[in-house]
């Protein structure tokens, strides 16, 4: 959230992170099924966090030769990561439900909801330690009414940003501050090599030992196969396009422009704070309500903050707006995020490993063209986009929400009982 702010010249922050989100699709359309099946669970995580070490380190001396390469590493990294993660979880929920006598697809959600909860503080912690760090920075001060100008919906797309918010801080707080991530980073690693468990689903290394070498390297693709998996395409990729205009343009247009590069880390505090809260509250309360509702409350939410940004004008006055966005913001990312997840793991439960690598794959689309086109057209045009992309989610995940509904009827009660609900006869079509 940093980067679009912090190395602003010549766009080399957005460079990067479209560089990481372009590894990240090539990375998950090839390795997560291999990686995972060569290295487990377990280890395949332990050994992508450690790509995630090495981008804090290319961030200690950032130009095009040390950004770049480590973006790259990060994102190939990164897909398998997440692909473990996601199957983890997956086996351990249904694992959990089999001996409790609960509905796998309830536990899903919940350990979901968990993952998500903590998953998002690390926004809290890590935008706390930034603001807490940069906030030392000497060359704070007023923004000017001409400097304000340039800031919104409708900012300058010149490289001259204000000369108080836009600032670079001194290069000893930015040591200090990624040496403070990299030794997070490091830790994280040891904890999981010592404390967490590999973990074997029996029916999952069956399937393994009978598939051969190119047909798992090329399961992400063949996934596509599926009707449902293609209409899950937009709603997947908005995700990232939500996320790249939030802390990419939001922060930069809005934040640091009107405010001063400090606040962003509070902004995202805020947005990351109500993020995780809500995780954990809609992976609970999605038995009740229905996945249908929380995705409907998600995209007006989204809808309201994206219509705000086009109308407001920031002003540092208006103190309160730049949060109370975020905050709404957080909302509707939780559902995003959890209920999407959940949905691909209980659509394709089969095919975990390929349908986790595709969620990656069309997430990190979304990320690439958001920041491929950040430094190149003004934030009205891009809010614009994000709303587009929005509406047709919402029209395919309906297409998505038809085709279950039409298949449940044919199915049994009982057999919907043993199985914890329709979706786990349809992985089968």
């Given at each position: 959230?940093?980067?679009?702010?912090?190395?602003?010249?010549?766009?080399?922050?957005?460079?990067?992170?479209?560089?990481?989100?372009?590894?990240?699709?090539?990375?998950?359309?090839f390795?997560?099924?291999i990686?995972?099946?060569?290295?487990?669970?377990?280890?395949?995580?332990?050994?992508?966090?450690?790509?995630?070490?090495?981008?804090?380190?290319?961030?200690?001396?950032?130009?095009?030769?040390?950004?770049?390469?480590?973006s790259?590493?990060?994102?190939l990294?990164?897909a398998?990561?997440?692909?473990?993660?996601?199957?983890?979880?997956?086996?351990?929920?249904?694992?959990?439900?089999?001996?409790?006598?609960?509905?796998?697809?309830?536990?899903?959600?919940?350990y979901?909801?968990?993952?998500?909860?903590?998953?998002?503080?690390?926004?809290v912690?890590?935008?706390?330690?930034?603001?807490?760090?940069?906030?030392?920075?000497?060359?704070q001060?007023?923004?000017?009414?001409?400097d304000?100008?340039c800031?919104?919906?409708?900012?300058?797309?010149?490289?001259?940003?204000?000369?108080?918010?836009?600032?670079?801080?001194?290069d000893s707080?930015?040591?200090?501050?990624?040496?403070?991530?990299?030794?997070?980073?490091v830790?994280?690693?040891?904890?999981?090599?010592?404390?967490?468990?590999?973990?074997?689903?029996?029916?999952?290394?069956?399937?393994k030992e009978?598939?051969?070498f190119?047909?798992?390297?090329?399961?992400?693709?063949?996934?596509?196969?599926?009707?449902?998996?293609?209409?899950?395409?937009?709603?997947?990729?908005?995700?990232?396009?939500?996320?790249a205009?939030?802390?990419?343009?939001f922060?930069?247009?809005?934040?640091?422009?009107?405010?001063?590069?400090?606040?962003?880390?509070y902004?995202?505090i805020?947005?990351?704070?109500?993020?995780?809260?809500?995780?954990?509250?809609?992976?609970?309360?999605?038995?009740?309500?229905?996945?249908?509702?929380?995705?409907a409350?998600?995209?007006?939410?989204?809808?309201?903050?994206?219509?705000?940004?086009?109308?407001?004008?920031?002003?540092?006055?208006?103190?309160?707006v730049?949060?109370?966005?975020?905050?709404?913001?957080?909302?509707?990312?939780?559902v995003?995020?959890?209920?999407?997840?959940?949905?691909?793991?209980?659509?394709?439960?089969?095919?975990?490993?390929?349908?986790?690598?595709?969620?990656?794959?069309?997430?990190?689309?979304g990320?690439?063209?958001?920041?491929a086109?950040?430094?190149?057209?003004?934030?009205?045009?891009k809010?614009?986009?994000?709303?587009s992309?929005?509406?047709?989610?919402?029209?395919?995940?309906?297409?998505?929400?038809?085709?279950?509904?039409?298949?449940?009827?044919g199915?049994?009660?009982?057999?919907?009982?043993?199985?914890?609900?329709?979706?786990?006869?349809?992985?089968?079509?």
């Open positions: 959230s940093l980067q679009s702010s912090l190395n602003a010249e010549e766009g080399l922050g957005v460079a990067s992170l479209s560089v990481l989100y372009a590894a990240l699709t090539l990375s998950s359309m390795l997560p099924p990686i995972i099946k060569k290295l487990g669970c377990k280890w395949t995580i332990a050994v992508s966090m450690c790509c995630y070490v090495a981008y804090s380190l290319g961030n200690f001396y950032a130009s095009w030769y040390t950004l770049i390469p480590t790259m590493i990060l994102g990294g990164g398998p990561l997440w692909s473990a993660k996601c199957t983890y979880l997956t086996i351990a929920g249904t694992l959990y439900a089999e001996k409790a006598g609960k509905s796998a697809k309830d536990i899903i959600n919940q979901f909801g968990i993952f998500f909860l903590v998953f998002q503080t690390s926004g912690w890590g935008n706390l330690i930034s603001s807490l760090i940069l906030s030392q920075s000497s060359n001060g007023e923004v000017s009414e001409e304000l100008e800031c919104g919906a409708y900012d300058c797309l010149t490289d001259t940003t204000n000369s108080t918010g836009s600032e670079r801080p001194s707080l930015i040591y200090t501050l990624l040496g403070v991530y990299t030794a997070s980073g830790l994280a690693v040891l904890l999981v090599i010592i404390f967490l468990d590999q973990i074997k689903s029996d029916q999952a290394e069956t399937e009978k598939t051969p190119w047909s798992t390297f090329l399961a992400t693709l063949r996934h596509l196969k599926d009707k449902r998996q293609c209409l899950l395409i937009p709603l997947t990729m908005y995700s990232g396009f939500e996320q205009f939030l802390s990419g343009d922060s930069k247009s809005f934040v640091t422009c009107a405010l001063g590069i400090q606040y962003v880390g902004m995202m805020c947005f990351a704070g109500i993020n995780s809260l809500c995780s954990l509250l809609f992976g609970k309360i999605s038995q009740f309500t229905g996945r249908k509702l929380l995705f409350l998600a995209a007006v939410l989204n809808t309201s903050c994206l219509i705000t940004v086009l109308l407001w004008k920031p002003d540092p006055k208006q103190l309160a730049f949060f109370v966005i975020p905050g709404l913001w957080g909302v509707s990312d939780a995003w995020q959890t209920q999407t997840n959940a949905l691909y793991g209980i659509l394709f439960e089969k095919n975990k490993e390929a349908a986790f690598a595709n969620y990656r794959l069309w997430e990190s689309v990320f690439v063209i958001a920041f086109y950040s430094t190149k057209l003004q934030v009205y045009i809010a614009s986009i994000v709303l992309v929005l509406a047709l989610s919402m029209l395919t995940y309906g297409a998505v929400e038809y085709l279950e509904a039409k298949s449940s009827p199915i049994p009660a009982a057999t919907k009982k043993e199985n914890g609900g329709p979706h786990s006869q349809e992985t089968h079509m």
